[in-house]
């Protein structure tokens, strides 16, 4: 079975550290991997996506990794704000099967104190 | 940007009721999505529409019926409501279908909050 996991449930760090959120899966056979962002009440928010022949995308303080042969994927977080407090989500997109299918993670609830 | 639109916002349904949840976005998108979301079990995939006109099951699909009304509109139909079906329904779409369909994220909406008594 096709699964992503997401450890820890739950992470709360002091303002400006740096920290990285972990992603699991258990099918190398990946066609891509998106990381989301939800807040509390909201729909979810991408914030990057790495193609299966990508090592990592960046985009300002956050940047993710991939790979596929350990089946790991990061999100890093530089210079944590109490406003990167939120929920955030693993997607991957398995190649072959359902086109469109997206099986996500159960989330890391990140908590920055300020 | 209204981006994807999903209404109601909430809603109290009591067992057997029917409802639709509507979904619309204006970025004129291709695919569409439904998703449900429950504690401990991350989003998973009830129907898609991978372009108008054309509609597959995803991973829940029992109890749900979705329409493509056009290419700005997908609905999620609940005909006799569970208690099962209590959720938070997400919508997204996304640009591409078919081969590229992987290439672009997925736009979600801010959800409908269903409970069923």
């Known amino acids: 079975k096709q699964e992503v996991t997401q450890i820890p449930a739950a992470l709360s760090v002091p303002e400006g550290e740096n920290l990285v959120l972990n992603c699991s899966f258990t099918?190398?056979?990946?066609?891509?991997l998106q990381w989301f962002r939800q807040d509390p009440g909201k729909g979810l928010t991408s914030l990057l996506l790495?193609?299966?022949?990508?090592r990592e995308q960046t985009s300002g303080r956050l940047n993710a990794s991939l790979d596929k042969s350990s089946g790991r994927s990061t999100l890093y977080i530089a210079a944590s704000q109490p406003g990167d407090s939120a929920t955030y989500l693993c997607?991957?997109?398995?190649?072959?099967?359902?086109?469109?299918?997206?099986?996500f993670g159960t989330g890391t609830l990140l908590a920055v104190q300020p | 940007n209204a981006g994807v639109t999903q209404t109601p916002k909430f809603q109290v349904l009591k067992t057997g009721q029917s409802m639709t949840l509507q979904c619309a976005q204006d970025?004129?998108?291709?695919?569409m999505y439904w998703y449900r979301q429950d504690p401990g079990m991350g989003l998973r995939l009830i129907y898609y529409?991978?372009?108008?006109?054309?509609?597959d099951k995803g991973e829940v699909p029992n109890g749900y019926n979705v329409s493509r009304l056009n290419k700005r509109e997908f609905s999620l139909r609940l005909e006799s409501a569970a208690p099962s079906q209590t959720s938070v329904y997400f919508c997204?779409?996304?640009?591409?279908?078919?081969?590229?369909?992987?290439?672009?994220?997925?736009?979600f909406g801010d959800g409908t909050r269903l409970s069923i008594l």
């Open positions: 997204a779409s996304s640009p591409n279908s078919g081969p590229l369909s992987g290439r672009q994220p997925q736009h």
């Open positions: 099918d190398s056979a990946i066609y891509n």
């Open positions: 790495i193609q299966s022949s990508q």
């Open positions: 997607a991957v997109k398995y190649s072959g099967g359902a086109t469109n299918k997206l099986i």
């Open positions: 970025m004129n998108h291709n695919s």
């Open positions: 529409s991978a372009s108008e006109g054309t509609t």
